[in-house]
């Protein structure tokens, strides 16, 4: 079913209210003046050298942020300076949310602090990032609370964390406080490494047995890509999730995108502002993406308004 045309002029139109609102969009390279409709519910892009923002809509959306939650998770570890090479115990006993949930890593085996961190971020592990939060100072409630403490001093005042993994529906960020996030993960090299890799080996102990593993985020794989930093994620109410730190053209930027329709449209939202912005030339979003947007966007201002109405009432 094709969308109503007249809705697809809509988008347009509001799009572009949006990008005029950013004269930074308009810096060399030169942007065309035919605009870049995306399928994601919320996205920002940034240019890491000039701190411009080249595209935003929706950028301060409260939304549902699955398994980007796990680049806080890395950030919490390594700030409490614990040993790397420190073999732990896979250990989920803490996390209500963790009780039912499905993993090829075996509860009571062992592996170390690092490959717990590269298997939570490349792969997107959740056994592997709640284990690095039971073994954390204090357990898992002092975790989840060093998690919102460096929320708050990061300045991402539109964000909470209730576990590590991102499964909860209450972990929830927007755009724009992801970018405050990016910016302060890229001051750690190991959790870029540990993002954009491949692939990666474990052995566990206790018992021995080894597991392969792959990133969640195709793109590493391209040779037409640069990626120094990348997690993905999804669950139901979050929808699919992107966040990288990248090269688009001659720029480096750190792109966000949230609450995409369909299995690949996080990836083909980014491909299309990279082509956008190294070339100057649009791609079309799918029609059924499109009407999944609106849908949603109806979602949220409808949760908006009786919100409102809520706080309206003496």
């Given at each position: 079913?094709?969308?109503?045309?007249?809705?697809?002029?809509?988008?347009?139109?509001?799009?572009?209210?949006?990008?005029?609102?950013?004269?930074?969009?308009?810096?060399?390279?030169?942007?065309?003046?035919?605009?870049?409709?995306?399928?994601?519910?919320?996205?920002?892009?940034?240019?890491?050298?000039?701190?411009?923002?080249?595209?935003?809509?929706?950028?301060?959306?409260?939304?549902?942020?699955?398994?980007?939650?796990?680049?806080?998770?890395?950030?919490?570890?390594?700030?409490?300076?614990?040993?790397?090479?420190?073999?732990?115990?896979?250990?989920?006993?803490?996390?209500?949310?963790?009780?039912?949930?499905?993993?090829?890593?075996?509860?009571?085996?062992?592996?170390?602090?690092?490959?717990?961190?590269?298997?939570?971020?490349?792969?997107?592990?959740?056994?592997?990032?709640?284990?690095?939060?039971?073994?954390?100072?204090?357990?898992?409630?002092?975790?989840?609370?060093?998690?919102?403490?460096?929320?708050?001093?990061?300045?991402?005042?539109?964000?909470?964390?209730?576990?590590?993994?991102?499964?909860?529906?209450?972990?929830v960020s927007t755009a724009a406080d992801l970018i405050k996030l990016v910016l302060a993960v890229r001051k750690y090299p190991l959790i870029g490494?540990?993002?954009?890799?491949?692939?990666?080996?474990?052995?566990?102990?206790?018992?021995?047995?080894?597991?392969?593993?792959?990133?969640?985020?195709?793109?590493?794989?391209?040779?037409?890509?640069?990626?120094?930093?990348?997690?993905?994620?999804?669950?139901?109410?979050?929808?699919?999730?992107?966040?990288?730190?990248?090269?688009?053209?001659?720029?480096?930027?750190?792109?966000?995108?949230?609450?995409?329709?369909?299995?690949?449209?996080?990836?083909?939202?980014?491909?299309?502002?990279?082509?956008?912005?190294?070339?100057?030339?649009?791609?079309?979003?799918?029609?059924?993406?499109?009407?999944?947007?609106?849908?949603?966007?109806?979602?949220?201002?409808?949760?908006?308004?009786?919100?409102?109405?809520?706080?309206?009432?003496?």
């Amino acid at each position: 079913m094709r969308l109503v045309p007249m809705l697809r002029r809509l988008f347009t139109a509001s799009l572009c209210c949006l990008m005029l609102l950013s004269s930074s969009v308009f810096a060399a390279p030169k942007i065309p003046e035919n605009q870049q409709l995306l399928a994601s519910q919320s996205t920002m892009l940034v240019d890491l050298d000039t701190g411009k923002t080249l595209y935003s809509e929706a950028p301060d959306l409260v939304t549902p942020i699955a398994s980007v939650s796990k680049l806080m998770t890395a950030l919490v570890v390594l700030d409490a300076g614990l040993p790397l090479n420190e073999r732990i115990r896979v250990d989920v006993s803490q996390s209500p949310i963790m009780q039912n949930v499905i993993s090829r890593i075996r509860i009571g085996s062992t592996l170390t602090r690092k490959e717990a961190l590269a298997l939570s971020l490349m792969a997107s592990e959740n056994r592997a990032a709640t284990t690095l939060a039971h073994h954390y100072p204090g357990g898992f409630t002092a975790f989840v609370a060093a998690m919102n403490a460096k929320a708050k001093a990061l300045g991402m005042n539109n964000s909470h964390f209730e576990e590590p993994t991102g499964l909860s529906s209450h972990n929830v960020s927007t755009a724009a406080d992801l970018i405050k996030l990016v910016l302060a993960v890229r001051k750690y090299p190991l959790i870029g490494k540990l993002s954009s890799a491949k692939n990666r080996s474990v052995t566990f102990h206790r018992p021995r047995y080894s597991l392969a593993f792959y990133n969640t985020n195709p793109l590493v794989n391209r040779k037409s890509w640069h990626i120094e930093l990348t997690k993905t994620g999804y669950t139901d109410d979050a929808g699919h999730c992107l966040v990288m730190l990248t090269k688009m053209g001659h720029r480096h930027v750190a792109f966000v995108a949230l609450d995409s329709y369909g299995k690949y449209t996080h990836i083909a939202d980014a491909t299309r502002l990279k082509k956008w912005i190294t070339t100057g030339k649009s791609s079309p979003v799918p029609d059924e993406a499109l009407a999944y947007k609106l849908k949603k966007r109806a979602e949220h201002e409808q949760l908006s308004a009786q919100q409102e109405n809520l706080l309206a009432v003496p």
